[in-house]
């Protein structure tokens, strides 16, 4: 029998609990250790999840016991905590965003770079929900036919309670505000979908905050492919997490009961996935009629999934979906909206990515 | 018991004989008679629905048993039929948009002004949708909270078949293709429920088809009040017709069987809108559960209804909700957007309107 991924926690706020709910139930990895600068902090997750814990970063990395971090740690701090890993040779996951800086996400690549048998991943858990999956087949075994447009949203309340002085609520902690911490994951949604995002146009603004960061982002953009996207990020309303394609022969309406987002052993139970074809065909366009089927979605679990092929990359080889390159283009569109919406002009990728 | 509108058609193609089928129904319209330069036309339209035909569009103008004109003539012919019309002393309604261009839009409004008693009307007809008549009246009660978008698609696969050398597949008599034609519903539905669009960004091109014409747009939009909007206008799909509006206390989504647009007795049956709230609140973001519940939809007859009103108008002196100031923003953002299209930049709708 294969051996676990022997993993270590790093950085133990409210998403360390919500990943650690999911990934403590795999029988391919096994929580070993955990890190916070805060005492308490460390305490109250080792004793929750059974593990041991470290009294500081450098002990952590220095463990024979431990292949690989788990990094929860502010977006800000990501790049330094997980290039000191790296340099330790531990293999690295983190969460979205990669950075929020280009800086950043340039100093995780040249460290990979030099490092190249470490594996590091970015979890971007939505392209691993059931209904995403099953977009993908669709769209590539043709039932859509040419897809001309994708329009994703996701938004919540968050923005109407962030309190001054938040990083939420800060451009340069959360640039974009929830085009950082909620709209990411839907570019890479359209990444995996119809591929990279080639300029953007933003609208945004603060409505209805106390803070100076925009709640309110509407984006939209021209892919590589020629094909375009709509991108709602939006802090200012209840959980809204939808996605629909449209295509010659057929659109595609995803939705997600927000209420569920953590809870990854049961999101894909409250989403729902149709499609609107033709019934009926005729010459005449006030003759045809239309038909809106639900389609079955495979029951996937986002937050495991994407660990467990973390852990069969570190322990078997196997590959990963979302490297250095995907997750640093992710967040160059992020990066290309936000200058968008502050300048009033088309931004192209390429000027964010170099 | 008052008299019935004396009604005369102008311009018999497709959609007068869509029109007719709602309005000689009504109990306030009687069609009296019509008029297309193409006598066949004349006669195949008079046969059918058993009124009289005229010679000359002259010869129609100056029956003294005509009150008013129903114009269904080519978009780009709209303003010189209805200033001759205004000019005989007729009430005239014309089939949105009001015009292709800003000079044709103020030429009705000068002969508007130099004729004060004429009623007028714009055939807009998606505002009298029962579930926007509902939506609404749920955003000005206040259930939906504070609004900080819509977003609005209406969409079908026309752009798919048009062959080369029809004007749908001309800029100049179509601009942004699908914009001017579908979009342009959604634009004056935007008008009704948030109020006037200031500004505009347009990504769109032709995709999917042999015209030049675009037949994929997407836009997005500040409103006046500070709000935003999103719009998709595209010719090659499905047919297409939702809105949806976030607010800080819920959220509204609103579709339509694009199938049943052109039966009007039945429209609203083939729609449903749905209301998203929370169902419980608590200070842990992740532990509130979202509810999405059906809202039921008055019943309305949206072709017939704007006739209507425009009987109303004239026989009663009833007011008309949408005159040539509001038909003529809406095809100022439809400008604005296609000049955004062309130019890469922002366009503000005060340089379309001067």
Same mark, same amino acid.
């Given at each position: 029998? &294969?051996?676990?991924l022997r993993? +270590?926690? *790093? ?11 999911? /990934?403590t ?5 096994? !929580? ?16 929750? $999840?059974?593990c #041991? ?7 952590l ?12 740690v502010?977006? %800000? ?30 100093k995780?690549e040249? +460290?990979?770079?030099?490092?190249? %048998?470490?594996?590091? &991943?970015? !979890? ?9 999956r ?11 036919? #040419? ?31 929830p085009?950082?911490q909620?709209? *990411?994951? #839907?570019?890479?949604?359209?990444? $995996? !979908?119809?591929g ?12 209805y ?17 020629g #094909?375009?996207?709509?991108? +709602?990020?939006n =802090? ?11 295509? &010659?022969?057929?659109? !595609?309406? $995803? ?5 569920? =987002? ?7 139970? $409250?989403t &729902? ?12 366009p ?25 852990a069969?990359a ?9 490297? *250095?390159?995907?997750?640093t ?12 919406? /502050? ?12």
């Amino acid at each position: 029998m &294969t051996r676990k991924l022997r993993l +270590a926690a *790093v950085g133990l706020g409210r998403w360390a609990y919500i990943q650690a709910d999911s /990934y403590t139930k795999s029988d391919k990895i096994e !929580l070993v250790t955990c890190f916070s600068r805060n005492p308490e902090k460390r305490q109250k997750f080792a004793a929750k $999840y059974g593990c #041991q814990t470290d009294e500081s970063y450098e002990a952590l990395l220095a463990r024979e016991d431990v292949d690989a971090v788990i990094v929860t740690v502010p977006n %800000d701090a990501h790049a330094d905590v997980i290039v000191q890993a790296i340099e330790a040779g531990k293999h690295v996951c983190v969460e979205k965003p990669i950075s929020i800086t280009m800086e950043d996400a340039k100093k995780i690549e040249d +460290a990979l770079a030099k490092h190249p %048998d470490i594996k590091f &991943t970015v !979890l971007h858990s939505a392209r691993r929900l059931g209904g995403l999956r099953k977009m993908k087949e669709l769209i590539d075994s043709g039932r859509v036919g #040419q897809v001309s447009t994708i329009e994703v949203n996701f938004s919540n309340e968050r923005g109407l309670e962030i309190k001054p002085g938040n990083w939420r609520g800060n451009p340069a902690q959360a640039p974009g505000g929830p085009l950082t911490q909620l709209g *990411v994951h #839907q570019i890479d949604n359209i990444q $995996y !979908l119809l591929g990279r995002v080639k300029r953007v146009f933003c609208f945004g603004k603060p409505m209805y905050t106390e803070v100076e960061n925009a709640t309110v982002t509407q984006t939209i953009c021209e892919l590589e492919s020629g #094909q375009q996207a709509y991108i +709602a990020a939006n =802090w200012a309303c209840p959980g809204v997490f939808s996605i629909n394609v449209f295509g &010659t022969k057929a659109n !595609l309406y $995803y939705t997600l009961d927000f209420s569920w =987002w953590s809870n990854s052993d049961v999101t894909d139970k $409250y989403t &729902t996935l149709k499609i609107q074809e033709f019934a009926t065909m005729t010459d005449d366009p006030d003759n045809r009629e239309l038909k809106i089927s639900d389609v079955e979605i495979p029951i996937c679990n986002h937050l495991l999934d994407e660990m467990e092929e973390f852990a069969d990359a570190v322990l078997e080889g196997g590959s990963l979906e979302i490297g *250095v390159k995907e997750a640093t283009h992710n967040v160059a569109v992020v990066l290309a909206a936000v200058k968008s919406m /502050y300048e009033g002009r088309i931004v192209e990728v390429s000027e964010i990515e170099g």
